[in-house]
């Protein structure tokens, strides 16, 4: 019996991809299933999967598929899962050997329907820990941390529910990981950082253009995810913050990153009119309300006037602060 199938979408990432296969590969778990999704690569990532498909075909199987994207990698694996639980991998990534035995013991232990550990962000010089907690499921979709790959799930709840990746948008596992946690019962929290995060500068993580866009189909497809399922008056307090945090912070800071001035200044617009179109008395939130951190107080301090000041004042600013990051971190 498969215990642990593990999805790793592959897109011309040779430089990274063996560190990562020989951490899946070499995993003190054995009954597991490593899923490679080649998603249409045109460098050299074909021969090294080639390589651990033929030395571990007892736990590889690999599956090639013109390229569509992260999203459409995940989903075709999906297909191919049979473990008890499913987790993902990005083939630019590795894992500590003990990740899957650790996090499906913790699982078992506790009957436990999702299971969530620590990581690691990997710079050139520096290996940083990123130390979360565990929280309620209410409190899960306002404060939990937005990534599928530090987690496995059951894949029952995936198959049942029809939870898949959003093909095509950037921001796919906001969608995945919001329209999960409704669905969970039990979750459980291994302290120990098992996941290796690898910052890369040329990521699409780090790349502001149209595609910051995406958020608000993301957050469109939640929203009305929740309502054909009749959660959404149930969750709709959380929603709104998550609502709030994405549009008024994150995507914020990443649209006033975007060099062209009409399409930076025509987001912004479109930004700022989904917040109040969505939640027009937003701040009220009693979650947001009872926050004090810095990020909150700024998010706070936004009104029609400050949201039209704040991109002159912060973007020289980001400039500066992303130069000392990447100079420190290198």
Known sequence: MVKVSVIVPVYNIET???KCLYSLAHQTLKDIQIIIVNDGSKDNSCRIIEKYRRKYNERIIDINK???GLSDARNTGLQYAIGEYVGFVDGDDYVDITMFEKMYEAGKKYDADLIECNYFKVYRKKIKPKIGKMYEIKDMIAETRICAW???VKKEILIKNKIIFPVGLQYEDNEYIYKLIPHINK???VKEPLYYYVQRQNSICHTFDERTSDIFHVLNNVF????ENGIYEKYEKQL???CIKKLLANSFFRMIRINDVKLRNKLLNENW???YNSFPDWKKNNILRRKNTLLDVFIKSQNSFTYKIYPVLIRPLLKIVKNISFNNNI
């Open 66 to 68: 013109v390229n569509g």
């Open 150 to 152: 530090n987690r496995i």
């Open 240 to 242: 709104e913050y998550i």
């Open 16 to 18: 990274y991809l063996d």
């Open 273 to 275: 009119n989904m917040m």
């Open 187 to 189: 979750i459980e929290f």
């Open 224 to 227: 009305k995810y929740y309502k």
